[in-house]
């Protein structure tokens, strides 16, 4: 039985990616980060055999190690990291102005160094499956495509995860790791507390802004990231409708 590791998977998009695996039958390590919300166990009380709910902060070096330490007393072999997590900070207007820099690193911390710390710690679980690393990122790192002017520390951490994403690539996909790249789509992710509560409408002046559900672009993650592709040599930032994106 295949098995996967997730991180930030309480609600929204990470949530919807655990079911849409356990769907398939595989085993699911959810990263439990917010420790009251109960959706999580909702998920567990349908598949109480293979969602194994995992205490886990990615900015934590120490709450990485146990995490690994606890998947490891169950199982040698995880096939498959994604790493979801993700940390928005703060925007600045711009140039001017005042800004709290120190706000700015939680992104950085979460985003980035999260996503290698994650990888440090589980690739030796990761040597005997499918050795495949996915990294939710998103256009808003793309260098050559960036659109927005406010000085934001989620785009600038995700383009920092992109360049993390392409060195690891460069030492583990010699080694037989397979890696994806993924940028969700523009995402309807509400702060949902209570499972089987409605999401709030995102209605703005009469019209719904995002375009996706979490549940319709986890539907649109779960198989770029477990087919095969026969270009695993290229890394590729590649969107839930399949459109490739530069970063
Ligand atoms: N929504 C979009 O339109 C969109 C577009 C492009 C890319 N993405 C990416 O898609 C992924 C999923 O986003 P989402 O829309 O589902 O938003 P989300 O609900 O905010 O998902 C991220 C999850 O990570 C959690 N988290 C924060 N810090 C963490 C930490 N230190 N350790 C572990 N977990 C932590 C968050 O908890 P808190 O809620 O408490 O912070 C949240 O539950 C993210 O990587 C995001 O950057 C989303």
């Known amino acids: 039985m295949n098995a996967v590791v997730i991180t930030g998977a309480d609600r929204n998009l990470g949530l919807e990616m655990a079911r849409e695996f356990l769907k ?3 085993t699911v390590y959810a990263g439990r980060y917010l420790m009251d ?3 999580l166990d909702a998920l567990q009380a349908e598949y109480p055999q293979r969602l194994k709910i995992v205490p886990l902060d990615v900015s934590s070096e120490a709450s990485v190690a146990r995490a690994a330490e606890a998947v490891a007393a169950e199982t040698g072999r995880i096939d498959m990291l994604i790493h979801n997590a993700a940390g928005f900070g703060d925007h600045a207007a711009g140039a001017g102005g005042s800004m709290d820099f120190s706000s700015f690193m939680a992104p950085y911390n979460i985003n980035c160094l999260g996503a290698v710390r994650m990888v440090r710690a589980f690739l030796p679980l990761m ?5 495949r690393l996915c990294f939710v990122s998103s256009e808003a790192g793309a260098v050559s495509v960036a659109h927005r002017d406010a000085i934001s520390s989620y785009c600038m951490s995700k383009t920092a995860l992109n360049m993390a994403v392409r060195l690891m690539f460069n030492k583990l996909r010699p080694m037989g790791y397979t890696f994806r790249l993924y940028h969700p789509g523009w995402v309807r992710s509400a702060k949902i507390e209570h499972a089987g509560e409605k999401p709030p409408s ?5 019209k719904l802004i995002g375009k996706f559900w979490p549940w319709e672009s986890a539907a649109s993650a779960v198989p770029q990231f477990i087919e095969d592709r026969d270009w695993e040599d290229r890394l590729v930032l590649i969107d839930n409708e399949g459109a490739a994106w530069p970063f």
């Open 24 to 26: 398939r039958d595989w």
């Open 37 to 39: 919300l109960p959706l």
């Open 127 to 131: 040597q005997a499956g499918m050795k």
């Open 202 to 206: 995102f209605e703005v002046n009469g």
